[in-house]
């Protein structure tokens, strides 16, 4: 199948009512485990990379790593997204490689630090609605900050120093037309999200529904996803890591989201935990190796692993086959012609 945008895999995803999970990548072997865990369980998939990714891999590796992808599984649905997009012109030369979906992360400066004003996020949101739509491109906006940084990205702090204002997330979602919507409900990037098994003090399931309520028809999503297995911390720890003691987001907690109409889940840090699991490992009981084939086999399978374990939790698993692949062209026509609607249901208080 030729990349789909990520708005035709939400779409989708909300008449099946289920997620879809969003899987960071760097490198060639990434893109493999994520497609590899698709093709086990039947699954579209989103694909992302960061500002951070597009630097290290480039960006035409990445395009064409994507391109091979889309054509060793046709089966699957695949979408190239862009996470996190500091500026218009970061998007802009995202949509112009190839990207399906773009992230305008406006909730901060384009310093990608800075919490932005409501109006700037607005206003530089919009800006990248209207250049993407007319393309064919979907666009996830962020309203309220996450907490921690992804990839040099972020306010770091806690995720509960901006979390998502409802009344905002409205007027945000009308006033941008968004496809998707990121809100800021206590989870932050990163490893160390909480420091207990966390509760409705730190991790705000009630703001989510709250949020969706008011807005029914909107895809959210849910970043600061990963749920830091502890499974995983130990084997980086027996291998001699050493993580401190730390808390996700428990995959119920993401599944109750999905009930919710979360239907985009970022998760990143789970597959560096297991890549980086199985390299140690294969490091502490074999020093005698040498070949980067030897440990980077099984950190992919490690990571396949619990991409496909994702892909089941989510409900996305065993929906590759339902609906074929709208052309970007089409989306585009869908944008101007108004079938594809970008003004949000939105309920009274
Ligand atoms: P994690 O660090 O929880 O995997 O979150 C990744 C993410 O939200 C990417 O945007």
Redesign the pocket.
């Known amino acids: 199948m030729p990349l789909v945008t990520t708005r035709q895999l939400l779409d989708e995803a909300a008449k099946g009512g289920y997620g879809v999970g969003?899987f960071?990548v760097n490198d060639m072997e990434q893109i493999q485990a994520i497609m590899e865990a698709a093709k086990e369980t039947n699954s579209p998939v989103i694909i992302?990379a960061?500002r951070g990714a597009r630097q290290f891999a480039q960006d035409n590796y990445l395009y064409h790593l994507m391109l091979a992808a889309a054509e060793l599984y046709p089966q699957i649905p695949l979408a190239m997204h862009l996470?996190?997009g500091n500026s218009f012109e970061t998007c802009e030369s995202a949509i112009k490689l190839g990207f399906t979906s773009v992230m305008m992360d406006g909730s901060l400066k384009a310093d990608g630090k800075t919490p932005a004003t409501f109006e700037e996020n607005v206003e530089v949101t919009k800006k990248v609605v209207d250049y993407a739509h007319e393309r064919g491109i979907s666009v996830e906006g962020e309203i309220g900050v996450?907490g921690?940084i992804?990839d040099g990205h972020g306010a770091g702090g806690s995720g509960l120093d901006h979390v998502t204002d409802p009344d905002q997330a409205v007027e945000f979602a009308e006033r941008t037309g968004v496809d998707s919507l990121a809100i800021a409900i206590g989870?932050?990037?990163?490893?160390y999200?909480f420091t207990k098994k966390p509760d409705g003090s730190v991790l705000k399931m009630d703001l989510l529904i709250a949020i969706h309520k008011r807005l029914p028809s909107t895809h959210l999503v849910m970043?600061?996803?990963?749920s830091?297995p502890k499974d995983l911390q130990d084997i980086i720890n027996q291998y001699g890591g050493k993580l401190k003691e730390t808390w996700?987001?428990p995959v119920e907690e993401i599944q109750l989201g999905i009930k919710n109409g979360v239907r985009k889940v970022?998760?990143?840090?789970?597959?560096?935990l297991a890549i980086t699991g199985a390299i140690r490992k294969v490091f502490v009981e074999t020093p005698e190796k040498f070949d980067p084939r030897d440990y980077l086999k099984p950190a992919r399978a490690a990571m396949q692993k619990v991409v496909a374990q994702r892909m089941t939790q989510f409900g996305q698993a065993g929906h590759a086959s339902d609906y074929t692949a709208i052309s970007i062209a089409d989306m585009a026509k869908g944008y101007a012609d108004g079938t594809l609607v970008t003004k949000p249901l939105v309920a009274a208080k």
């Open positions: 969003a960071n992302q960061s996470d996190h996450l921690g992804e989870t932050s990037h990163g490893a999200k970043h600061g996803s990963s830091v996700g987001v970022n998760v990143d840090t789970d597959n560096r």
